[in-house]
């Protein structure tokens, strides 16, 4: 009777070690990204999530910015909400797109008056999709200007956009490498990356700007899957690689959201247990309104609710 191959004892091995979420210490920290609501249900749906979130203490929650400016009222509405009836520090997105830089002078001073500290600072991407982005001839040309203006507009708090996988409008992976660099010169407090599906793409992007002279703190940004079509939409848009093998974890499960949100939130989790292997210590979960996922995954990162957190103090 032959003994069990290498193959099988690595997994046993695998399956002994102690499990991998047991007894995390809890010291990581969390951000969360929403999107402004269109109509009642949506803006039900979406402070549903937020006061599922809250209680874990986010250090911020942002909310996004239409193409052109087109959510730009809606954006105001809900970062301004959330500024004045939680406690929870709201960071609002601002574009270059299709604004003076008056206009953007105007849009700050606003969120700085609603007690709005931290703003997202991102290019942002043409009104139609395909174009290719044109600056406002009043305007700032990318995010880097952007986020000199707003410094000299006020004191923000300023975080802006990392591309792991290149930004797909970039000619070069140094020259995506180079706008990062330009934008934490130019104020940024920190980078928010784009979503992706190793945590090696994550580490060695890490590594690179490190090697860059890039000294921010650089977020991993974590997209949770429960729409596979959605998310192969997002990604091609932000030069996300969609790994084969998740691809075929979601096949034949059109009919089954239960089983697809288990499956998307093990993928996620995992993937954020090998980054907190590797030090890191803040994720930032693209939402996409709902909390489930999100929520499950920061309990598995060993986060408890904080009672506190939730109301605004009298």
């Not at 004892?9 to 499990?19: G, I, Q, T, V, W």
């Not at 600056?135 to 591309?163: C, M, Q, W």
């Not at 703190?217 to 990604?235: C, D, H, Q």
């Amino acid at each position: 009777m032959t003994g069990p191959s290498l193959s099988q004892l690595e997994e046993a091995r695998r399956a002994l070690d102690a499990p991998l979420f047991a007894d995390l210490a809890g010291d990581a920290a969390v951000s969360f990204e929403f999107f402004p609501p269109k109509t009642e249900k949506m803006e039900e749906q979406l402070w549903q999530a937020i006061e599922t979130l809250a209680p874990l203490g986010p250090r911020f929650v942002s909310v996004t910015y239409g193409a052109g400016g087109s959510t730009r009222e809606r954006t105001h509405a809900t970062v301004a909400r959330i500024a004045s009836e939680t406690n929870i520090p709201a960071a609002a997105h601002l574009t270059c797109v299709e604004a003076s830089k008056a206009e953007i002078e105007e849009i700050a001073r606003a969120y700085w008056d609603a007690g709005v500290r931290h703003i997202v600072a991102l290019r942002g991407d043409p009104p139609q999709a395909g174009e290719a982005f044109r600056p406002h001839p009043d305007g700032y040309a990318n995010a880097a200007e952007l986020t000199a203006g707003l410094k000299r507009i006020a004191p923000f708090e300023i975080s802006v956009a990392a591309y792991p996988e290149c930004h797909p409008s970039s000619p070069s992976v140094q020259a995506d490498l180079d706008n990062l660099k330009a934008k934490v010169d130019a104020g940024a407090d920190r980078a928010i990356s784009q979503f992706f599906f190793s945590p090696e793409t994550y580490f060695r992007f890490r590594d690179r700007a490190a090697a860059a002279g890039i000294v921010a703190e650089i977020v991993p940004g974590i997209l949770p899957v429960s729409n596979v079509a959605t998310t192969r939409k997002f990604a091609g848009l932000c030069g996300a690689a969609i790994p084969p093998w998740m691809d075929r974890l979601f096949e034949g499960l059109d009919d089954h959201p239960a089983a697809r949100q288990l499956i998307a939130a093990t993928i996620a989790a995992e993937m954020c247990r090998r980054l907190y292997a590797g030090g890191v210590r803040h994720f930032h979960f693209y939402t996409l309104n709902r909390a489930e996922l999100a929520y499950a995954i920061c309990h598995l990162l060993g986060l408890r609710p904080d009672s506190h957190a939730t109301e605004k103090a009298a």
